[in-house]
C-alpha cells in the first residue's frame, strides 16, 4: 500500500507505472460522534468497560477515542446508544501525546446487522 500523503508529482508517476491509483479506500467515512459503551480486554490482558466516542464511521468499522491502550486484533464489545451491540476487531491503534489521547480503528465482522451506516 502506497502512502496517502505522496505528492502530486509521486501519485502521477505511480499511477502512469501501474496503472491504477495509488491508494483508494473501501468505503467512505462520515465525519459522526456517537458515543459507545466499549468493553474487551487492554494491551495488560485486564478486563475494562469505558465509554468511547467516534470520529469517523463507515460501513465497515469505525475510529474510536478511547482511554485504553489496545493491541491491533484485540476482540472489542461495543454497546451503541440504542442497546445494539456489536463486536469489532482492532485493526489499528494510534496515541497522540499532545493531546493525551487514543485513536483506535476497530472492523466490523461482514454482515453487519443494525450499524449506523450501511453498506
Not at 467516534?54 to 485504553?68: A, E, H, P, Q, R
Request: aromatic residues 10%.
Amino acid at each position: 500500500m502506497v502512502s496517502r500523503f505522496l505528492t502530486l508529482k509521486a501519485r502521477i508517476v505511480f499511477f502512469r507505472k501501474n496503472g491504477k491509483p495509488p491508494y483508494k479506500r473501501g468505503n467512505k467515512r462520515i465525519r459522526l460522534k456517537i458515543g459507545f459503551s466499549v468493553s474487551g480486554k487492554d494491551e495488560h490482558g485486564f478486563h475494562f468497560k469505558t465509554e468511547a466516542q467516534t470520529i469517523n464511521v463507515s460501513g465497515k468499522g469505525c475510529c474510536l477515542c478511547l482511554d485504553k491502550d489496545l493491541e491491533r486484533g484485540q476482540i472489542l464489545k461495543l454497546m451503541s446508544p440504542k442497546g445494539h451491540p456489536f463486536s469489532a476487531k482492532v485493526c489499528w491503534s494510534r496515541y497522540s501525546p499532545l493531546r493525551d489521547i487514543r485513536y483506535v480503528g476497530v472492523a466490523l465482522p461482514l454482515p453487519v446487522v443494525g450499524w449506523i451506516i450501511a453498506n
